[in-house]
């Protein structure tokens, strides 16, 4: 007998087949360089935790006092009785930090892409989006309905060229990835400033992956290319070097004012609780004292990436802490990473949709809390398993 639920065990063997099933592994520890994942100590290789934050003892102490004074729940959304002095403390930290007028804290960078999107543009508009931008931000082009057009991967040209051809739209609206979260690289923001004031188009960038990572001490990276006051919002997260959970929105007072009016997150969606709040405020104090942390996670990636190519693994066009270490077929990126779970890594595979369907790999993030004999261990055991596995020849 047939069923209207039938749909589901054939879609889930078809995506098992194809080795895209997700395994969703289980962590019963603090975040750190390691982990337990499914009771096993293993090295951890795959956290966006850059800085060390989400289980750090300021960030933790901050938070307990936050819930003595303030309590768990945020009981409303920002705009009725959601928002806290802690919030705006942040938020004007965060605009001192970053250097912008002002700031505007979400509950994820996910809700903040949806706000500023679904905020700055509408259906008589067109948006410009980077072809390997982040799902958060197609899903913000979709709650605006403004028509969008992909530009190729980091092309200021062929974005030149999509922004002559469209003229009859009331705004243009321009947004990349800062870090592209896939592969590591960096948008050629200049150029992009540049094509977009061509064309008196809004410039947006998401700094996800650049946020307590590039610029001056985690500034991001309209401050890693200098680019202060040239780029009309900055969209972040402060779910990971922030090591906590959020996200943000930066810019002049009356761009940041408008997306406070206007995005539906904030509107119809409760407050991040107090206790979160603090931990970030604690995070970006840090960040405003010393650049040590964002240092070492420089390091580190010098360290393992220089490693990784002596070893012969093609690292894709990786600038920064995140390092896709590109394997090809799903199937053998997927064997790649059981294979260094048993030997006491955990790296993620990451195969379609999230990249392209032959363009799988292990993805592993750096983070400043990581030794140089963790980072060495890592680089055996891959060497070890590239071989075993013919990645390496
Ligand atoms: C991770 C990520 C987000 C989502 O951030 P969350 O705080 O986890 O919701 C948005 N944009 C980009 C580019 C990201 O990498």
New binding site residues.
């Given amino acids: 007998m047939s069923s209207k639920l039938d749909f589901i065990p054939k879609e889930l063997t078809s995506l098992k087949e194809q080795g895209l099933l997700v395994n969703i592994r289980v962590i019963d520890s603090p975040q750190g360089a390691w982990l337990t994942v499914d009771g096993k100590k293993v090295l951890n290789l795959c956290s966006n935790n850059y800085l060390g934050f989400a289980n750090h003892d300021v960030l933790k102490r901050r938070a307990q006092k936050a819930i003595e004074a303030f309590g768990v729940g945020p009981a409303a959304v920002r705009t009725i009785a959601g928002t806290l002095t802690l919030h705006r403390e942040l938020e004007s930290r965060l605009a001192h930090f970053k250097g912008v007028e002002a700031a505007l804290t979400f509950q994820?960078?996910?809700c903040a892409?949806l706000a500023a999107l679904g905020s700055l543009s509408g259906p008589e508009d067109v948006i410009f989006s980077d072809e390997l931008n982040?799902a958060?931000?197609i899903d913000g082009c979709r709650l605006s309905r403004a028509k969008v057009v992909r530009y190729a991967h980091c092309d200021p040209q062929d974005l030149r060229e999509k922004l002559r051809s469209e003229t009859s739209a009331r705004r243009r609206l321009v947004i990349s990835?800062g870090v592209f979260?896939m592969d590591g690289d960096i948008a050629p923001l200049p150029e992009i400033v540049a094509v977009g004031t061509e064309f008196d188009a809004l410039v947006l960038v998401?700094d996800?992956?650049g946020e307590g990572v590039l610029g001056q001490a985690g500034r991001g990276i309209v401050d890693h290319f200098q680019l202060h006051g040239k780029v009309d919002l900055e969209i972040g997260?402060l779910?990971?070097a922030f090591g906590v959970?959020?996200?943000l929105v930066a810019g002049s007072r009356q761009v940041v004012e408008y997306v406070q009016q206007k995005g539906r997150p904030l509107l119809f969606s409760s407050a991040v609780p107090p206790a979160d709040a603090a931990a970030c405020l604690a995070a970006v104090e840090i960040l405003e004292k010393s650049g040590d942390l964002v240092e070492r996670l420089w390091a580190n990636t010098r360290r393992f990436k220089e490693g990784m190519r002596a070893l012969g693994f093609d690292l894709g066009r990786s600038e920064t802490p995140i390092t896709p270490v590109m394997i090809g077929d799903a199937k053998l990126a997927g064997a790649f990473s059981r294979k260094l779970f048993e030997e006491g890594i955990f790296a993620m595979s990451i195969g379609y949709p999230t990249v392209a369907r032959d363009k799988a790999r292990i993805r592993v993030m750096i983070s400043a809390t990581h030794s140089d004999r963790d980072l060495d261990f890592a680089l055996e055991i891959f060497g070890r398993v590239g071989h075993e596995l013919a990645v390496l020849h």
């Fill in positions: 994820s960078g996910f892409n982040h958060s931000i990835d979260s998401d996800a992956h997260t779910s990971k959970v959020g996200g």
